[in-house]
């Protein structure tokens, strides 16, 4: 009876669709879209390479990001020092992962379509964070990026030794057979800390991916229902989620990294 | 039983991943509003807090979602 009052379109699957092949890689209409993202931020790295003291509104909007983040880190890391030191990395992870979430939801940007060889019409662009190889890349670079400055404050050996503990066996034997016994329980513990380390890449990709994924199967959803008023509130409850998503994918990165620090403040 | 009938079965079952988030979110708003009942000077920063932590939880139940979508 209120068939008029909905939209009807076929949701979207799971992987990205492919457009064309480039060499030995292929290029899906998320590629393009990163392609874009990227496009966009060395616009505007060039736009923001002129500071006046005497901001403009532009300037005051990349100062006020500038400051929300730093405070972001400040709160999480304790210091405005290492805030410093985190933010290069993490800032840009943020940044980007905000333009994925949000861009999207401009009404008609997704709209433009790509026909292929065969006839078959996809859309051009997916929003990047949309695509799990997108985010499974982003994680898989941040807690990578993390082993490294692990590394560097520890020393390599250092780094290791708190993965595969022999050094407990080897001092609890020394003393008893009991502490011994504690320590081969050390080792193992040290093991499974392996193990956390890539169920962090897990968690953290499918985090970010389920959520815009399933946004964006949402969506389709209720315009099938009702396609008049009751999206409005989606698309804004949309905006909330995408920031929210980037907020928690950069505070566990830089969680992760002041976990390091922490422990070389300890004397481990 | 095909093997159809199994994956809508299978479906079904995923949805009770909401059950868990629910208990977890609920909890933790609550807890959340309690602070700052107690303390209304520290609103702002619990609020976000609790956002950040409610979108933590929610990873879950989008774990199921995509258990959901991956059943065909």
Known sequence: MLEFLSAHEDLPSINAEELFHVGPFTVANSTVFTVFAIVSFIVLAVLARKFKLIPTKFQHVLEMMYEYLLDLFTNIVGTKDKAKKVLPYAGSVFLYILFSNLVPMIPGIMSFTYTDHEGVVVPLLRGGTADFNTTFGLALAAVVTVQILAISERGLFGHLGHFIQVKPIITGFRKSIGEGLIGIVHFFVGLIEIVGELAKVISLSLRLFGNMFAHEVLTIIIMGAIAVGIPVIWMGMGVLVGVVQAIVFTSLITVYYSLILNKEGEGH | ?72
């Open chain 2, 1 to 72: 039983m095909d093997a159809a009938a199994a994956i809508y079965i299978a479906k079904g079952l995923c949805i009770l991943a909401m059950v868990g988030t629910a208990i977890g979110q609920g909890y933790l708003i609550g807890k959340g509003l309690e602070a700052m009942g107690r303390n209304p000077d520290t609103e702002a920063s619990i609020f976000t807090k609790m956002i950040v932590f409610v979108a933590m939880t929610e990873t879950t139940a989008i774990f199921a979602f995509v258990a959901f979508f991956l059943l065909k």
